[in-house]
């Protein structure tokens, strides 16, 4: 499973996403990602997670060993740049 | 009810702060789980740990048990709290060190 795969599972569960995917060791299966969304707003960040592990469904338990989780709304990730 | 089930809810019963790993505490056997483990100990609040890598049902269970694919998981006062990435950024935030001494203080004065 390459990053772009895992972009865009992402992509189709949370549709206007901005989403940034890296394959921190090149073996296809330990990720980290950065997305952006309006439906993380007034989440905590547990149902922000659980947000995208849903998107990721299958892939998440049979495929992906390890995926580092940033999620942002908006407003944050304007205030973080 | 499931026995692993009763595993999981006697462990998060018995400890106020409670991580669910794979490997032990001083073996971590996993990069997220040591990193977890090393914030908590930072902190300097007991916890409890549960290598699950040495109990394949509870493993199994654990994923279900909190809607949570990814070991380790966090519970405090019996919630849980979220894996590694999270434990982080309230670790970072400030805020789970409030959440920690709040429920080691609780255990004190009970």
């Known amino acids: 499973m390459d990053a772009k795969e895992v972009e865009s599972l992402i992509r189709q569960g949370i549709p206007d996403a901005h989403v940034e995917v890296r394959d921190t060791t090149g073996g296809g299966d330990h990720f980290e990602a950065l997305i952006v969304s309006t439906v993380f707003e007034g989440k905590g960040l547990v149902e922000r997670h659980q947000t995208v592990y849903k998107a990721l469904g299958d892939a998440m338990r049979v495929r992906v060993h390890a995926l580092s989780l940033k999620t942002l709304t908006p407003t944050q990730y304007e205030n973080r740049r | ?110």
């Open chain 2, 1 to 110: 009810m499931s026995e692993a089930i009763e595993r999981i809810q006697s462990a998060i019963r018995s400890n106020k702060i409670q991580v669910f790993m794979k490997g032990t505490r001083s073996f971590p056997q996993c990069g997220f789980s040591a990193a977890t483990v090393q914030i908590l100990e930072e902190l300097g609040v007991p916890f409890g740990t549960t290598d699950v890598l040495a109990d394949p049902e509870l493993r199994e269970e654990i994923k279900r048990y909190s809607d949570w694919p990814t070991i380790p998981q966090v519970y405090v006062d019996g919630k849980f709290v979220g894996g590694c990435d999270i434990i982080r950024e309230l670790y970072e935030s400030g805020e789970l060190q409030t959440l920690v001494k709040n429920a080691v203080g609780q255990g004190a004065q009970q």
